[in-house]
């Protein structure tokens, strides 16, 4: 299926703009990269971006994590392969990107305060907010997996 339009030519101000924050909220993180690109693997998968898994599954890669992880994001929870840690951040993320109607409940905050400070908590949240609204461009406008890969060094990935 081909883009259906240009959205970063078309609103490159925008773009630009959340690039910068999309950048931002990664560069003063206070998390581990590789916890980040778990997390944005999973935010993707399920809101069904396939540009975007296409995309942070080969920059995980690059970073350094091990492909079986990655194959085993979207079963997290029967997985052994991931850490406390890692399986409060991918909860947390599940409960963002969908946001319950009945709102995030204490007991699902209280578990993600056993692992993370109130700091990675926040920034957590930040780029749980930022890869949704990416998921929500590239889905609404059939964003192509693969086709930045040059201009993102993502051919580097060896996929």
Same mark, same amino acid.
């Not at 703009?17 to 931002?24: D, I, N, P, R």
């Not at 944005?40 to 296409?54: K, L, P, Q």
């Not at 990675?120 to 406008?141: G, M, P, Q, Y």
């Given at each position: 299926?081909?883009?259906?339009?240009?959205?970063?030519?078309?609103?490159?101000?925008?773009?630009?703009?959340?690039?910068?924050?999309?950048?931002?909220?990664?560069?003063? #993180?206070?998390?581990?990269? +590789?916890?980040? !690109?778990?997390? /944005?693997?999973?935010? $993707?998968?399920?809101?069904?971006?396939?540009?975007?898994?296409?995309?942070?599954?080969?920059?995980?890669?690059?970073?350094?994590?091990?492909?079986?992880?990655?194959?085993?994001?979207?079963?997290?929870?029967?997985?052994?392969?991931?850490?406390?840690?890692?399986?409060?951040?991918?909860?947390?993320?599940?409960?963002?990107?969908?946001?319950?109607?009945?709102?995030?409940?204490? #007991?699902?905050?209280?578990? +993600?305060?056993? !692992?993370?400070? /109130?700091?990675?908590? $926040?920034?957590?949240?930040?780029?749980?907010?930022?890869?949704?609204?990416?998921?929500?461009?590239?889905?609404?406008?059939?964003?192509?997996?693969?086709?930045?890969?040059?201009?993102?060094?993502?051919?580097?990935?060896?996929?």
């Amino acid at each position: 299926m081909p883009q259906r339009l240009p959205y970063t030519k078309l609103s490159p101000e925008a773009s630009q703009q959340l690039f910068k924050f999309s950048s931002t909220v990664k560069e003063a #993180a206070s998390l581990d990269k +590789l916890l980040m !690109h778990l997390v /944005e693997i999973r935010a $993707s998968y399920i809101n069904g971006c396939s540009f975007c898994v296409d995309m942070h599954v080969k920059q995980a890669k690059i970073d350094g994590e091990d492909v079986l992880r990655m194959f085993h994001v979207p079963v997290w929870r029967e997985s052994t392969l991931f850490t406390d840690k890692e399986r409060a951040a991918l909860e947390w993320t599940e409960i963002v990107t969908n946001m319950p109607a009945e709102g995030v409940s204490d #007991a699902a905050f209280e578990n +993600l305060k056993e !692992h993370f400070s /109130e700091k990675e908590i $926040s920034d957590l949240t930040f780029v749980i907010a930022s890869i949704n609204a990416w998921n929500r461009l590239a889905i609404s406008f059939t964003a192509v997996p693969g086709s930045g890969d040059k201009v993102f060094g993502l051919d580097k990935a060896g996929f």
